[in-house]
């Protein structure tokens, strides 16, 4: 299993390394389209959703992703992304907390296909925005830290866990794992804004950077917890079998569903969008 595991690892990070840095703009929009198409596949099978409907739904999300999929000159006046930007930040800094913390359960039938929505379009349409906008290495970077997140709280769990932070959605998360998480995305942050020159090193900037890193680390660890709620509600220990040793793709891009659409608009609106 191991094996299998770190094979198809080295495969992912390879094709995205020659997608995002070597790949043309219309042939990245292809593939935010395809990975927001399978996603759909995955979580209309997390809520029980059978015959045609999973198969509409999914095409419906690349669909979408292709016609508002912005130009790359006119994302400041293109409102359908920034709108979606806006609505799938409200619903992970505004609802899902909430959800997370009364258990709600996952709604099946249109109002499920309406989550799977704003889980799957908003976050595939920042892949595109974040690459025209700011770069192939910048988007990188924002998805490198989902990743240190997840490698710091493995290792600060398993060194210091002892209190459970969601036992009845995931087990086997950890307060100390998630404090550990904040504090390798903070060092990271730091890192590659100082090595990069992004950002002067005052006392100022240095609080903003850190209480960024906390809020985009926490969202990260949200976006984590609320598809494995989807998948305890539904009975699986995984999204799918997409990824041999892994799952499914949700299950490897849970926390980038949640962080992408906040950066994008953080980073357009700082950019003055």
Known sequence: M????????????????????????????????????????????LIHARGPTRLVFCSLMAVLVLVMAPSGQVVETHWPSLTLFALGSAFWLLVVPIW?????????????????????VPPALALIVLRQQFGAGWLLAIMASVWMADVAAYFAGKRFGRVKLAPSISPGKSREGAYGAIAGVAIYALVVALATGAMAPTPLNIVLLAGASVIHTVVSIWGDLFESLAKRQAGVKDSGKLLPGHGGLLDRIDSLTSTLPIVALAGLWLAGA
């Open 2 to 45: 191991l094996r299998t595991r770190v094979i198809t690892a080295l495969i992912l990070v390879a094709v995205l390394g020659a997608l995002l840095f070597g790949a043309p703009g219309p042939a990245w929009i292809v593939f935010a389209a395809l990975i927001a198409a399978l996603g759909g596949w995955e979580w209309t099978g």
């Open 100 to 120: 997370l913390t009364r258990r709600w359960p996952v709604p099946r039938g249109w109002a499920g296909l309406a989550v799977g929505a704003i889980l799957l």
